[in-house]
């Protein structure tokens, strides 16, 4: 069973900077596609960076240009550097990971950004 382990949330004022890691584990493959998520209260889930095994990546038009997403493929591991954090940034982020045409959610963990 695939299971994914994310840290590196947090509180931070306006203008700062957070970088979130997430590790898969429990498969022997290397995921087709990593990414993060979002939710903040009242509102839906959405894609904020994606990263496939070629390199390929993809973001939401309001984080392009501040965040980074990147990964490791061997082992397994995306990280998200986010800086220039505004206020509407403030969601619990949710890693994915794709094995195969199966998904998997992390935990989600929290980031606030103070205005």
């Known amino acids: 069973q695939v299971q994914l382990v994310e840290s590196g949330g947090g509180l931070v004022q306006g203008g700062g900077s957070l970088r979130l890691s997430c590790t898969a584990s429990g498969s022997i493959f290397s995921a087709n596609a990593m990414g993060w998520y979002r939710q903040a209260p009242g509102k839906q889930r959405e894609l904020v960076a994606l990263i496939i095994s070629s390199g390929s990546t993809n973001y939401a038009d309001s984080v392009k240009g501040r965040f980074t997403i990147s990964r490791d493929g061997a082992k397994n591991t995306v990280w998200l550097q986010m800086n220039s954090l505004k206020p509407e940034d403030t969601a619990v982020y949710y890693c994915?990971?794709?094995?195969?045409?199966?998904?998997?959610w992390g935990q989600g963990t929290q980031v606030t950004v103070s205005s």
């Open positions: 994915n990971a794709g094995f195969h045409g199966r998904y998997y």
